[in-house]
């Protein structure tokens, strides 16, 4: 469960309430121990992309997400939003650029004659990777390592 609740961004005691509401179902527990089905995962994941988009009741959300096929809901969950490294670890997305522009910050520092952007890629959740766009071969080939450790598995 402490698993789920990390990659979710959503508390352990909120999960058991999702499972008491029948919103979350598990396969196994042992113990200590809650395993959940990816499907079921992902359909969390689901569930509170529509309850932040719609303000919908969690009745109203279950319903919505009955109506998905499993394929469909699957390309609904990779569209832009959704966390990237939480998609990749699901699944339900594809790692592919390891780096995005982003604007520079109008206070933060700059290399001198820098052109563009900071390149961005998000590791994990609330871990991301600035890259300098003057950066060395040497550099770039370090963080394309890094990216493929954190990112990709």
Known sequence: MHQVAHLTSVPVRTLRDYVRRG?????ERRGTITRY???EVIRLLGALRLKAQTKATWSEIKRQLDTFSPADFERWLAEPGFAPAVAVELGV????SALTPIPEAPNGPTAEGAAGSWQRTELLPGLELFLSPSASTAVNRAAQRIIEDHVRR
């Open 23 to 27: 919103l979350l179902h598990y396969s």
């Open 93 to 96: 997305a594809t790692f592919t």
């Open 37 to 39: 089905p990816r499907s």
